[in-house]
């Protein structure tokens, strides 16, 4: 409950409000999706999804967006938890614990912020600006998959 919290206000009063450009908007709460437990249930999964797009909706006023990107990333996490880690992850408790590889952690990662940006920027535009949206979607990316590593390292140094 306090990571939720503390994503939320980093996310609302931090990340909303830095004045990088226009394709930098690093999209932070997501992290809170990629760290939850390996082994929480698919309806928690998605109940805890759903409950962030809605705070981030409210804090950002983007009407469902956020619902729609962070639930669907929620739905498909499992999938690629084994895609990106293998099925043998299943023994850990956290997706980023002593025995996963840190590129296993950081291709996961990657795809489940790809594929957040790529939904929540994608509704955004609604396929105006094309080539600005794509730029946005992988340039936001790597700056949300930046901090998401370096969260990430700080959990693991915490943790372990």
């Given at each position: 409950m306090l990571f939720f919290v503390a994503v939320v206000l980093l996310q609302s009063l931090l990340f909303d409000n830095l004045l990088l450009t226009g394709l930098i908007v690093p999209l932070?709460?997501?992290?809170?999706?990629v760290l939850l437990p390996v082994k929480i249930g698919r309806v928690w999964l998605l109940l805890l999804g759903a409950l962030l797009g809605v705070v981030m909706d409210i804090s950002m006023g983007t009407a469902g967006v956020n619902v729609i990107a962070t639930t669907a990333v929620a739905f498909v996490r499992p999938m690629i938890i084994n895609i990106s880690m293998g099925k043998d992850i299943t023994h850990e408790s956290i997706p980023y614990g002593g025995a996963i590889a840190p590129k296993s952690f950081l291709l996961y990662a990657s795809i489940v912020v790809v594929a957040h940006h790529a939904l929540f920027f994608g509704f955004e535009s609604l396929g105006s600006h094309l080539f600005f949206t794509l730029a946005k979607?992988?340039?936001?990316?790597?700056?949300?998959?930046?901090?998401?590593?370096?969260?990430?390292?700080?959990?693991r140094k915490i943790v372990g």
């Open positions: 932070y709460y997501v992290v809170f999706v979607i992988v340039i936001s990316s790597v700056a949300t998959v930046v901090l998401v590593a370096l969260t990430a390292r700080l959990f």
